[in-house]
Each structure stands twice: as C-alpha cells, then as structure tokens.
C-alpha cells in the first residue's frame, strides 16, 4: 500500500510524553484528512543507531520522511496549527497581497 505520507517519531521510552506527541501526530494526520500515513517510532534508547543514523539532537522530534523534502519538528506537537504547517498537512495561510481582490 502506498502512503500519501510518511513520519519518523523520536522518543525516548514510554514516558507520557513520547505517547503524547505520538498521539498528537495521529490526531493532526485525522484533523486534516491525510489517510494514508505511516509513523514509524524509533525510541532511542532501544535504537540509539537510528537516532544518530538521522542526527536527532533534541527530543522528542518528528520526521516527515515522504513526500520529500524532510521536514523536522522537535517539540511535542502541543502547537497544533504550527505543527501542521511545518509537516504539510495544511495549506499555508495566504500571503496578505494573495486575497484576489483588485
């Protein structure tokens, strides 16, 4: 099955907060109708290689990894509108002089 989008998700264990931005990622994804996604969880402490494989600095941190370019978001996704645009799930707000008036 191909997926219209694809995500690499950063944590660092089971915490509540790695389940948090998992979750937020899942209900964007709903909130703008993508459907065809797939997340994939990499929790560093078991895949330290995976972590450093992508340079993850900071966490936790979200990847979209298809469609191209890669995007990262570190943070928990609590922006739920910045986030979005960041990961291209939304149109960008238009520009002030794009309003089509005269």
Known sequence: MEVERAFRVFVAGDSWRS???VRALHE??????ISQYRVEVVDV????????????????MVMRVAPAPVVRVV????DGWL???VL???EP??????GGGP
């Open 28 to 33: 964007l994804c709903a909130k703008h109708e």
């Open 75 to 78: 943070g928990d996704l609590s």
């Open 83 to 85: 986030a979005a645009e």
């Open 19 to 21: 389940q948090r931005v």
């Open 45 to 60: 402490l078991q895949d330290p290689a995976g972590a450093e494989r992508d340079r993850v600095l900071a966490l936790p």
């Open 93 to 98: 707000a238009p520009a002030a002089d794009e």
């Open 88 to 90: 291209g799930l939304q």
